[in-house]
């Protein structure tokens, strides 16, 4: 009988043991674990021959009621117990630890991912502004870790107007901003496009943003590679010729965007041609549908080619109303200029005109729209 007790204890104690290790309360209790069996050994052992079997059997039972009241009352003040209490530690260490490993994780993805990118990627706050190497190459600067009014000492009056109204209007609703502006960088004036978002946490806001340097000469992949993607006039010619073989009707708009050297003189040609550039985005946006429909014939004039009719009656009805639909007002920075074009527009309905008819019938009607006595910026060619 004794000898079941013994079994007993020990098979209460290696239930509580494997009740703690599935719920994961504790790492180890290897003090409880000692006192255990220092207390049932000694008592087993020591007094085995001594004891009559009455007090082995009181020993025994006594033991296994302390064991039972320590299990209880040891989860009851865990239970009542307001405060993170020793129990807990080994979930608290295994989920920091969790969350440790999350961090770097996204820690080290978060890098690589900057890493890869040609623009410069710059974090914002109240505290100064941290950006990246290639951010501060762009800038010229030598620290990665800079002032607010590090940043806007570089950039020129007329724009820093211009970007702090619209950091300063950035809402939660409308966090989303582009802005181009210019900066002072080795004696030189370089313009800058920057497209950021501000994130709000509490009452602090937080602005992410990317640059990108608007550098003809440099930086190519800007809005001006557009100019340096267009194909050519003998690409156009070509197309014509196509066009003529398969019988389809097309207009030919021949574009001069006449005010251009005016800009170039007043801001420098780099800033012409990102107008220039920006320009034929918004054209290509309006009417154009494949790749070969708009081509560069020389420096400010280019081709237009319409092939679908319902384009070519809006483009129509917009210059019989207003002649204002190929006039463009854009916006960088402080600069806001209008690039207005002389159109001259000829077609191709019948047969036996060939594209060199139609090319020659285009010029000849945009050099009508140059003459002082003529009083619209477009003509048709009229025989």
Not at 256 to 264: E, F, G, V
Not at 338 to 347: A, H, K, T
Request: aromatic share 16%.
């Amino acid at each position: 009988m004794i000898d079941y007790i013994v079994l007993g204890i020990i098979g209460v104690w290696f239930i509580y043991a494997i009740t703690i290790k599935l719920t994961k309360k504790r790492k180890h209790d290897y003090n409880f674990f000692v006192a255990f069996l220092a207390l049932l050994g000694y008592g087993y052992f020591y007094y085995y021959d001594t004891y009559p079997a009455f007090y082995k059997e009181i020993y025994h039972y006594s033991t296994l009621g302390l064991f039972a009241l320590w299990i209880i009352v040891d989860n009851i003040i865990l239970l009542f117990r307001k405060n993170v209490s020793e129990f807990d530690f080994y979930n608290l260490e295994k989920e920091l630890e969790e969350i440790k490993e999350n961090s770097e994780l996204l820690r080290y993805r978060f890098i690589s991912t900057i890493e890869l990118f040609s623009d410069g990627i710059a974090f914002r706050d109240d505290k100064g502004i941290f950006g990246t190497d290639c951010y501060i190459d762009y800038l010229g600067l030598s620290e990665n870790q800079f002032t607010v009014e590090t940043f806007e000492k570089m950039m020129l009056n007329d724009d820093l107007i211009q970007y702090r109204m619209v950091i300063d209007k950035l809402s939660k609703r409308n966090p989303v901003y582009t802005m181009n502006y210019r900066i002072q960088k080795d004696d030189r004036q370089l313009w800058i496009k920057e497209k950021g978002k501000a994130i709000f946490i509490g009452k602090k806001k937080h602005i992410i943003s990317i640059i990108r340097p608007m550098d003809v000469k440099r930086f190519p992949s800007t809005e001006v590679d557009v100019l340096n993607t267009l194909p050519q006039f003998k690409q156009m010619y070509n197309e014509m010729q196509r066009l003529t073989r398969i019988k389809k009707p097309y207009h030919l708009v021949v574009i001069q965007l006449t005010n251009i050297p005016k800009i170039n003189k007043k801001y420098g040609r780099d800033f012409g041609d990102l107008m220039m550039g920006e320009y034929l985005s918004k054209l290509r946006f309006k009417f154009i549908k494949d790749n070969l429909s708009l081509f560069r014939i020389s420096g400010i004039q280019f081709g237009l080619l319409i092939k679908d009719q319902k384009k070519f009656e809006l483009l129509d009805r917009a210059l019989v109303g207003t002649g204002e639909l190929l006039t463009m007002r854009m916006k960088f920075g402080g600069v806001s200029q209008v690039v207005y074009p002389n159109l001259g527009i000829s077609e191709s309905p019948y047969d036996g005109k060939n594209p060199d008819d139609v090319f020659n019938e285009a010029l000849s009607a945009l050099q009508r729209t140059e003459k002082e006595s003529y009083q619209k910026s477009f003509a048709y060619y009229e025989k």
